[in-house]
DNA sequence: TTGTACGCGTTATCAT
DNA sequence: ATGATAACGCGTACAA
């Protein structure tokens, strides 16, 4: 492997000569930049990384926690979060985290050994711990997709009781009144969607029947077709269901179809997230959209401001999201 | 951030005796390690990363080298990728590549500075000065999906043209005589499928009709559908389509029913991966299944084989695939 | 404008 | 069984 060293003696200079050229500092005589230049290029030297993070003590890394079976909207978002922090010059390591409490131990200890220069979580972490020592040594961290206010972070979100309250009132304004939800136990989000629910009900008079209600353990399609499953087996009027995340209802409709039931002529359905294949199911899903890729923006920008420009508070930036109409939801006016 | 030699410092012992302690290396005496480890646990101490790869010249790192909008396949591929990699020891480093010569140019230099002990590609290179800089410099290296028998690579993959066989031939056992095509014009798999296709017509007396086949420029959904209208629009006699990917079938079906066509009722479709969302999809997809799960741990296994016991030539591994019955396709017997 | 010397955190080698 | 020292490749303060 061809070191900083080896340049310099095939240029005849000095090391630090090599690497003020490489860096672009001042005080390099023209011509002597350009030979140096010339000789990178011919021997294909690239700095090597490991010493240039020992020495400026970064790592020119950030890390995405993410969980380890990510969903399509959580791929769809890092993916965005990648290529923006490949723009601000950074790698991206991501941490696949598991939902227990020795993975999240296990997290701890990479953090610690990979001095990494900043975290986005795309997933909430059980642990506040995690969260208390992020802060104690003032690591630039910024939240996606929920946010935790009690330690100051910069965030970036959406309403998630508005959006889900959103989308129930869309079914309410075509005429449903018996209306199902399927959301998860784990998770802010899950509870703060429900929360939505039961506000959008309220709203326009109509009670709330628990036993319309399903908390899967997961927000997958399979979690959604076992708790439609379970739906239909309490066998309670019902005309329309909110599913408090995309793959959640891909999941539901597939139960409704099993058990003979169409979509949207009997049981209306509607989503939250808008993932890319929610354009392609059969009905095509109706639902409210979060403006993923934007999001993955915001969150790279805030790490990356954190860090050249150190942390300035209040910097929550709530996004604001949209139904998009499809054909899952019938109208009964 | 405390370092090994406050470590020493605290035990009252020397930096080497920490690092041996840390590396369970003989030659300690057991109380003196004790020692140690209870400081070491206290203190919260994990190794420098930089400096462990810097000394070791290894960076316990393996890129896995995939397309920039990785499809659900892919996704599935590398988390499994990840888990198998995360057990042999190494860190997990993606790199997204657009199907662009820049992008390849860019991979190399990271390549470069990066140091990874090993490589996985999940994607093609399109440039083979890139396969053939790896083999100089004997950095180990796995392809997954893919083979490239010139290099002499250790490679799993699947048996391209039979599983389109199998695929197509389901239809044809089906009673259908006219199969259109959709594939894709990227990537050698785009190509072998399409030639199964053929052989299976071929193998089955059944011509083959240009004007039913469609090269899309992706594998996605959205190409699936725009491949499927085009279809539609050539107003061939067609009772069933072969989609050379799940993603591209989950379009075709979508294109379909827009159209005014049910599936399996006027046309049946069959797509190729078995990717986690195709069993809910309605009507569920009927496909030939690739062992995802296991081809992200051999491939892992191979590149790590590769680093601890050298290269051992010959190990390309050709996995099976079988059909999986579901609902898209109606039998015309 | 350029070179020398040192240090970043760790491990391997050699001496004790 | 343990410690001192050199080395990995780079950036920077300081000397020239």
Redesign the pocket.
């Known amino acids: 492997?061809v070191?900083?060293?080896?340049?310099?003696r095939l240029a005849?200079?000095?090391?630090?000569?090599?690497?003020?050229v490489?860096?672009e500092?001042?005080?390099?005589?023209s011509?002597?930049?350009q030979r140096v230049l010339d000789i990178v290029k011919e021997r294909g030297?690239?700095?090597?990384h490991?010493?240039?993070s020992?020495?400026?003590?970064r790592s020119f890394t950030i890390g995405v926690v993410i969980p380890y079976l990510f969903n399509m909207f959580q791929r769809q978002l890092f993916a965005a979060m990648e290529f923006f922090l490949e723009q601000h010059g950074y790698k991206t390591q991501f941490f696949f985290l598991r939902w227990s409490d020795s993975s999240e131990q296990a997290f701890l200890r990479r953090l610690k050994s990979e001095a990494l220069d900043g975290i986005i979580f795309v997933h909430e972490l059980d642990n506040p711990s995690i969260y208390q020592y992020i802060k104690e040594i003032n690591l630039p961290v910024a939240l996606c997709t929920f946010e935790r206010s009690e330690f100051g972070f910069p965030a970036v979100h959406i309403d998630e009781e508005s959006s889900a309250r959103l989308a129930t009132e869309y079914l309410i304004q075509h005429g449903h009144r018996d209306i199902g939800l399927i959301t998860g136990e784990h998770f802010t989000f899950g509870r703060q969607r429900e929360e939505g629910y039961k506000k959008a009900l309220a709203a326009h008079g109509l009670s709330y029947n628990p036993e319309l209600t399903i908390r899967a353990t997961s927000y997958n399609p399979e979690a959604g077709r076992a708790g439609m499953l379970a739906l239909i087996k309490r066998k309670q009027p019902l005309s329309a269901i909110f599913a408090a995340t995309d793959e959640l209802a891909i999941g539901a409709i597939k139960a409704l179809y099993e058990s003979g039931l169409r979509v949207p002529t009997d049981v209306s359905v509607i989503g939250l997230d808008d993932i890319d294949i929610s354009s392609f199911t059969t009905p095509g899903l109706t639902t409210v959209r979060q403006p993923i890729f934007e999001m993955g923006k915001k969150s790279a920008d805030l790490v990356c401001d954190w860090i050249s420009h150190g942390h300035t508070t209040e910097n929550v930036e709530q996004f604001s999201t949209t139904i998009v109409e499809r054909d899952s939801v019938r109208s009964l006016n």
Do not use: C, F, H, W
């Open positions: 492997m070191s900083i060293k080896d340049i310099a005849g200079v000095s090391a630090s000569t090599v690497s003020r490489l860096n500092r001042e005080y390099v005589r011509e002597v930049r030297y690239v700095p090597n490991a010493a240039r020992m020495v400026l003590q």
